[in-house]
């Protein structure tokens, strides 16, 4: 019996065959393996393998290492929305407050993280927006 470990992107299946990935998903396509490596090295996983925690996409970047992973997605959290993670608290929170007027500086103050968090996770809901 032959045995393969499979990947996932979380869409698609993939096997390692002849130093290449295999999208089993989608009739044998190879995929490029370092942008599926990059997509992989954004979930967290428990000692057993398991997915715990996803850091969703923020930015629209040719460059995937320089996506920060400052909004997460875990589902022991806020019910799986995503969240600020240093703050634990939701995006849409976040956006909802900055939609009411509320400033970058005085959000970051309420809950003790950086603005650039703060316009992080106002980037992400933007990008969900579109």
Do not use: C, W
């Not at 608290?89 to 993280?113: H, K, N, P, Q």
């Amino acid at each position: 019996m032959i045995a393969h470990e499979f990947l996932t992107n979380g869409v698609d299946l993939f096997i390692e065959k002849a130093a290449q990935l295999i999208n089993v998903s989608r009739d044998g396509q190879t995929a490029l393996r370092g942008e599926f490596e990059q997509a992989l090295a954004r979930i967290d996983r428990n000692a057993q393998g398991g997915p715990v925690r996803l850091f969703p996409y923020s930015r629209i970047s040719p460059d995937l290492a320089e996506q920060p992973k400052i909004v997460a997605i875990d589902p022991t959290i806020a019910f799986g929305q995503p969240i600020l993670l240093s703050a634990g608290v939701t995006t849409s929170v976040i956006s909802d407050r900055f939609m009411a007027g509320d400033s970058v500086s005085e959000m970051a103050l309420d809950y003790s993280v950086e603005e650039a968090d703060i316009s992080e996770a106002l980037r992400f809901t933007q990008r969900l927006a579109a």
